[in-house]
């Protein structure tokens, strides 16, 4: 479980006040002085034409039938991963050092490698095998475990894609026939509806708390890049990541992921994505393996009531343009510095983080429309959206059936760009993928394939972008590769042994 560390606290004192109690749709009232006065306000309520808010929905006293109906799409899942210790071994491999301290000294310093184990949550999205979960839950794991409600069998999982500027990932079981969740609609929660928390916080399986929403929308809590949480203050904690929030009528609304905690512990400020943005992200996973992201080509920021006066914007609401790209998709559609986008796709744009939200949901080469305010004046301009630069394809896919395991499964790519050239000094001449993640614990590290590198070729063949390295590296399988890699100022060749993957 994630947990976001608050850096203020202020203690609340909980108690009674003036020794009365009363419990409504009781007949227990302990204070006659404090019923008499209940009833005598709601005479002058009924005098005046006072009415109560209508309830929506009626109080149940049980909550078990939705449980019964959504606890069996919610499974426990256990990761394990080899973690290596700190290696002195070339001081210890020196004649003149071991001469003073001994071959068993040199033995204690060289621990043998550590397996760290986890405990999650995630939720069935699909009949055949896909659950739902966050990505910090099997992130790095060199083994996932799925266990499931009504079965004692263990599970071996494939992940199918990672989502870490979401924290979201999508596995796969060999099981048909499960119990898939009823996917519920994120946007019409509100404030006060009641939901269920549902995971196997400190490995305690189907374990459920209640509480209700406590807020919705926030964002800039630096959890994650992309970020709309849905507040709780249902019970989470350590163990619960992954696990599924739910409404009163067992519809999933979102996926528990991080806790506001001075302890590590539950103190009622838990935080879920949404499903609307899981949906997403999930669909993406399980059709291409990556979440491809539009982009619009702009820096934003959100207005201030002094900025929303100084640009003639009614109402504070809207995303304020500070710098337009060159060579954007805004740039080429008009867009300037100064404008101050108030809709997109037919929607009005409360700040920035959501026009940064909604402009990520739609897929390259969509064209939204966008109303914009400059100086004043309305303008409409329709945007054909371009690709996220460094936009990574993961090589996570589920395999073919039949085909085996791909290989370079441990290196992450991504698309060169004009901004990743000027970071990294890469000359236009240079096409290729380059690698923006690697496992230190591969084959491919081992063999001197670092971050940043550029792989131009793969056994020979030549890669112009992520997808072709994806497309290469698939159904490879487990055997000595050949790559083609530029970095460090020159191009030089290298060799991974994937038989040697641990």
């Excluded at 006040?17 to 005479?43: M, P, W, Y």
């Excluded at 973690?83 to 491999?93: A, E, I, M, W």
Aim: net charge neutral.
């Amino acid at each position: 479980m994630k947990t976001l560390m608050h850096t203020k606290w202020a203690p609340w004192l909980l108690g009674f006040a003036g020794g009365a109690i009363v419990i409504l749709g009781s007949t227990l009232v302990t204070d006659a002085s404090l019923a008499s006065k209940v009833a005598d306000r709601a005479a002058e309520a009924a005098e005046v034409g006072e009415t109560p808010p209508a309830k929506a929905t009626t109080i149940t006293t049980s909550f078990a039938p939705v449980v019964k109906k959504v606890a069996p799409s919610v499974v426990n899942i256990s990761s394990s991963k080899v973690l290596k210790q700190s290696n002195l071994r070339p001081f210890l491999d020196d004649p003149f050092f071991r001469r003073f301290f001994g071959d068993e000294f040199s033995g204690r310093m060289n621990p043998r490698p550590r397996k760290e184990q986890s405990l999650g949550s995630g939720v069935i999205v699909d009949p055949d095998g896909y659950i739902l979960t966050n990505n910090h839950v099997v992130d790095g794991a060199d083994e996932i475990k799925v266990s499931l409600a009504n079965d004692k069998k263990d599970y071996i999982a494939k992940v199918i894609g990672r989502d870490p500027k979401t924290d979201l990932a999508v596995l796969k079981i060999d099981a048909k026939n499960l119990p898939a969740i009823s996917i519920g609609n994120s946007e019409k929660i509100q404030v006060g509806d009641v939901v269920l928390a549902i995971g196997s916080p400190f490995g305690l399986s189907q374990t459920v708390t209640m509480g209700i929403v406590s807020g919705v929308g926030r964002g800039n809590m630096g959890i994650e890049d992309y970020e709309d949480f849905i507040q709780t203050d249902a019970a989470i904690n350590p163990g619960n990541s992954g696990g599924a929030l739910v409404d009163a009528q067992g519809h999933l609304v979102g996926i528990n992921t991080a806790i506001l905690s001075r302890t590590g512990g539950n103190q009622g400020v838990g935080f879920a994505i949404p499903v609307s943005l899981a949906h997403y992200v999930m669909d993406r996973l399980i059709k291409t393996g990556k979440v491809e992201r539009g982009y619009l080509g702009v820096m934003i920021q959100s207005l201030t009531p002094e900025l929303a006066q100084e640009f003639k914007v009614p109402g504070n609401q809207g995303a304020l343009v500070g710098e337009v790209t060159e060579d954007s998709a805004a740039g080429h559609a008009g867009l300037k510095t100064g404008d101050v986008i108030i809709e997109f796709n037919g929607k009005p744009v409360i700040d920035s983080r959501q026009l940064r939200l909604s402009v990520a949901e739609c897929a390259p080469g969509s064209t939204v429309t966008l109303k914009v305010l400059r100086q004043g004046a309305e303008k409409t301009f329709r945007v054909t959206l371009k690709s996220m630069p460094g936009q990574q394809a993961s090589t996570e896919k589920e395999p073919s059936e039949g085909s085996v395991e791909d290989a370079l499964n441990s290196v992450t790519v991504g698309d060169l760009d004009a901004s990743l050239r000027g970071q990294l000094n890469i000359p236009a001449s240079v096409r290729g993928a380059v690698v923006t993640d690697i496992d230190e614990n591969s084959p491919a590290y081992d063999a001197g394939l670092r971050q940043g590198d550029v792989i131009q070729e793969i056994n020979r063949k030549p890669i112009r972008n992520a997808d072709d390295a994806v497309a290469a590296t698939k159904g490879l399988g487990r055997q000595k590769i050949l790559l083609r890699v530029y970095g460090s100022g020159g191009s030089h060749f290298l060799v991974v042994d994937e038989s040697k993957s641990k």
